[in-house]
């Protein structure tokens, strides 16, 4: 039988849809048909699963930090005060600089990730670091848009 932990789940990081919560199965039986890889190693399907999670989250992340710099630079460019652009500004100039280090950045580790999976599909190591990377990434640029 299938049993919850908790019902109250976690949060997650970057994906606001997704629920999770410890669920664990006592004394399930499984047709054979149904079983996945060999009995008793079904972890190792779980964390590839995890990890591919991971994976897509990562340039999610970044293509929303890529997003949010066009905003601001937009924004910047449109936005006037004492009769200029603040765009034209030091601060504001410097704040843009800084969220597009973040993004290049989270671009750089998604490619050098990815890249990796390729050459070897079985080095998922960079798919955590990634993700976190990214999702604080975009965090830093967003914060640079409450500048605004």
């Known amino acids: 039988m299938a049993r919850r932990v908790d019902g109250r789940g976690r949060a997650e990081d970057g994906d606001q849809g997704s629920s999770t919560t410890a669920v664990f199965f006592d004394n399930v039986k499984v047709p054979v048909e ?11 399907i ?8 991971r994976l897509k989250l990562g340039p999610f992340a970044h293509g929303g930090c890529r997003d949010d710099l066009a905003v601001s630079i937009r924004y910047a460019k449109e936005r006037k005060a004492f009769g200029k652009s603040i765009s034209e500004f030091g601060m504001i100039q410097h704040k843009l600089a800084e969220m597009a280090i973040r ?4 671009e750089s580790m998604t490619y ?3 890249g990796n999976i390729e050459r070897s599909s079985r080095d998922f190591r960079g798919t955590s670091r990634m993700r976190e990377h990214n ?3 975009r965090r830093g640029v967003r914060d640079g848009m409450l500048l605004y």
């Not at 149904?34 to 190792?44: D, K, P, Q, S």
Request: proline letters at 0%; hydrophobic letters at 50%; a neutral charge.
């Open 112 to 114: 050098r990730v990815v």
């Open 46 to 53: 779980a964390f590839n699963i995890l990890n591919l999670g």
């Open 103 to 106: 993004m290049y950045a989270s």
């Open 34 to 44: 149904n079983v996945l890889g060999e009995i008793g190693r079904g972890h190792i």
């Open 135 to 137: 999702v604080e990434g």
